[in-house]
């Protein structure tokens, strides 16, 4: 029995359920003319607008408190990439500055030490060679030139 109960509950209170019916709370203005049960000629405002009105005040406090905080952030990132970069960028030619200037010192350092080297201990012979060439080109030259003069 108690079983056909909890089964038959939910239905019957589905189909014979009563609406409610609820306060109108939607947010009503109407305007008051001076000599209505009024003091003044103004603006007659419920709770609910008067809410609506305090809350629409907030909200666009709010809008504006968090557009500015993500404007501020969205700076602060783009200058802070900025620097970053500028730094790294900094750092990449100190660097290559640096290798430059050590390949340099080898380079200077590799040339002096060719310069300070012994003098090539057969210097005579290339002496001794290179003049020997230069007189017999020059005897086959002036040969060659009588020869043709002929």
Known sequence: MLDKIKILAPILLVFFAFPAHAQDDSPKMTDVIKG??????????????????????????????????????????RC????????????????????????????IERLNKIALQKPNQYNHWWFAGGMIAGITTSIVIFYAAVETAK
Request: hydrophobic share 35%; proline share 4%.
């Open 36 to 77: 209505e049960k009024a003091p003044f000629t103004g603006t007659l405002l419920n709770p609910p607008a008067i809410a609506q009105i305090v809350a629409d005040k907030e909200n666009v406090q709010t809008q504006c408190s968090l557009t500015k905080a993500y404007i501020e952030d969205k700076e602060k990132t």
């Open 80 to 107: 802070d990439l900025l620097l970053n970069t500028a730094i790294a960028s900094l750092e990449t030619l100190q660097q290559k500055h640096s290798t430059i200037l050590d390949i340099k010192a080898e380079e």
